[in-house]
């Protein structure tokens, strides 16, 4: 099965994996999501339909963006992820 692996910023607790692999899982043709808070890794597994532009470009938007392209506009939008993923219960 294709898959991506992607390292990336302000991955910092259990609260953000959740809202990335909840949020990740929408896109079409993800089958599968598998998050590394620790390591500051998102692996996507996938049908061949999904692009690595796509997922850098969710990911980027929630806040998350991939390892030395992040700024702290990018730090901000991932506390707001984290916090209504909280409120949302997926913490």
Known sequence: ???????IENLNCTGCAN?????????AGVTGVMVDPAAGTVRVLHDG???HDQVSSLLRRLGYPENGTGN????????LTF???RLNGED
């Open 49 to 51: 339909t999904t692009e």
């Open 83 to 85: 916090a209504i993923g």
């Open 19 to 27: 809202a990335v692999r909840q949020r990740l899982q929408e896109l």
């Open 1 to 7: 099965m294709p898959s991506l692996l992607l390292h």
């Open 72 to 79: 702290t506009k990018d730090a901000a939008i991932s506390d």
